[in-house]
């Protein structure tokens, strides 16, 4: 009896046990699960999320790229790689080369660079000149964080483009010259010309040139961009002031006033306001870029509309905030548009007439050997400004991701 009654004494002791034994393991195979699931979730996430996807393939569309930070296991769990077998690569417990590799996965680098160490990667370039043996002179050091001053010039306004040029040097700019009708050589009678740089491609516009010779990342070095026409008049006109005012009133986008005595004006609200410091507008004849604008606007540039007719009313999306504050004409620092014929108007100055006419012949959407071709110009930049339009309303239609900043929401309904 006393045996029974000792057995029987311990059944209560025995269940406890038993029912405490299948928890424990109720408990580890949930934990089980809930850490194995994790890890391939982790693992198939980009296969599993297509918006997620989708945003790490636009990474590759911009110049830089940040790595996927990889999130580091406990130290209980090893990371499973595609075949589902741990990885050799991470060791379990291993803090030291998870702290190393969670670091190194947070780096940027800019696309087709991995294959390098961070510390030889040059990341931007600049428009200054090296000589070709020697250290580089005082007076050719670069002056750099200023700007930089990029002009299509034509010989016809040699002595226009010849103040323009000096009065910017003078102000410690770099002066990029894009010459739209070959002569080059007619430039080296200037004691600067040895001082900018020149690009020549027959019967381009200064966009065509924007487009492939200032990309962001190679101006970047530079504060602002000038991307000025050559018939501007610039006597009362003083760079540095001008840039100090813009930073003073905090513009992205800008433009020297126009001086409504002197100047042709296509649009009245670029004329210059007396009493007034800045006023809104940008007009494309004499605009000037922040940096940050310039990267937006570079890529608004359509490469195969030289004309970028229609591109001033879509430069509100590049101010880098409200529109309304971040984009103006200076009404204190002005200048003059003399309105001259540039594009399509062919010069025959110091050539002889076979020269001329065999260089006519070359004149790009020109069907006749007719000197002045602007007619045709001007029918063709506003072909492009209907083509830049569509494509435009064509983009806004099919990004489902974009919102435009500037479209008012509709009022809510009153309930």
Known sequence: MM?????????????????VFSIFVAVSLICGVYFIGGAWFKKD???LSPGFRMNTTQQHTDTYKCESILKVPSPEIQVLNDTGVSSPEIKINDTSEHTHLEKCNQKCRPIGSEALPNGIISVHANMEMRPLWGPVSEDNKPKHGTGLLAVAVGINQKELVNKIVKKFLENDFVVMLFHYDGFVDKWHDFDWSNRVLHISV????????????LHPDIVAEYEYIFLWDEDLGVEDFHPKRYISIVKEEGLEISQPALDPGKSEIHHP???????????????????????AAWRCVWYMIQNDLIHAWGLDMHLGYCAQGDRTVKIGVVDEEYIVHLGLPTLGVFSDRNKTNTESIDQSKNLVNSESNNFDNRSAVRRQSYTEMGIFRNRWNKAVNEDECWIDPFKQSPPLRKP
């Open 3 to 19: 045996n029974s009654y000792n057995c029987l004494s311990h059944l209560p002791d025995l269940k406890s046990r038993s029912c």
């Open 45 to 47: 996430l980009f296969r």
């Open 202 to 213: 027959k019967n381009q516009t200064k966009w065509w040139f924007a487009k492939r010779f």
């Open 269 to 291: 609200i670029t004329a210059r306001r007396h009493k007034s410091r800045v006023h809104s507008w940008v007009e494309m004849m004499a605009p000037v870029f922040s940096r």
